[in-house]
C-alpha cells in the first residue's frame, strides 16, 4: 500500500500563501494523486475566506488548491475515531480543538499520514505525523 498524506490547515496554508518552501518542494516531489484533504480543513480554508470578502487575490488562490487535491468526506469510521479519540484526549488531560480533532479523526480513521506542523498532534496515540514545514 502507498503512503497518502493528509494535509493539515496550516500545511495548506503555507502552501497557498507560498511562505514556506520546504512545503512547496515536497508538494512537487510527492505525487499529487498521494496528497489529500479533509473535509475539514476545506471548511477551515472557507471559513477564512468568508472572513475576507474583499480577498479576491487569496479566493482564487484557495479555489485553486482546493480543486488540486482529491477532498475526503467525513464517514462512520471517522466518526468513531473522533468520539473515541476525544474522550482519550480529555482523559489524558490534553484536548485538542474540535478542528484538529476531526482532522486527526479522518486521518487516524483512514490511516493517513497528517501532514501537520502543530505539536498538538504529537499527543495522539497511534497518528501518525510529518511536519513539512522544516527541511
Keep these: 500500500?502507498?503512503?497518502q498524506y493528509?494535509?493539515?490547515t496550516n500545511t495548506?496554508?503555507?502552501a497557498i500563501k507560498g511562505d514556506s518552501l520546504p512545503v512547496r518542494k515536497r508538494l512537487k516531489s510527492v505525487p499529487g494523486a498521494l496528497?489529500?484533504?479533509s473535509v475539514f480543513t476545506?471548511?477551515?480554508l472557507l471559513y477564512a475566506?468568508?472572513?475576507k470578502p474583499h480577498a479576491t487575490r487569496l479566493r482564487h488562490e484557495v479555489e485553486a488548491f482546493l480543486q488540486e487535491f482529491?477532498?475526503?468526506p467525513w464517514n462512520s469510521e471517522a466518526a468513531h475515531a473522533y468520539g473515541e479519540l476525544r474522550a482519550a484526549q480529555e482523559r489524558?488531560?490534553?484536548p485538542l480543538s474540535h478542528e484538529d480533532l476531526m482532522i486527526a479523526a479522518h486521518a487516524l480513521s483512514l490511516k493517513l499520514i497528517l501532514v501537520a506542523s502543530d505539536r498538538a498532534f504529537s499527543f495522539v496515540d497511534g497518528l501518525k505525523t510529518e511536519d513539512w514545514t522544516v527541511s
Design 42 to 44: 476545506q471548511a477551515e
Design 92 to 94: 489524558k488531560g490534553q
Design 49 to 51: 475566506l468568508a472572513r
Design 1 to 3: 500500500m502507498t503512503t
Design 12 to 14: 495548506e496554508s503555507c
Design 35 to 37: 496528497v489529500v484533504l
Design 70 to 72: 482529491r477532498i475526503l
Design 6 to 8: 493528509l494535509l493539515d
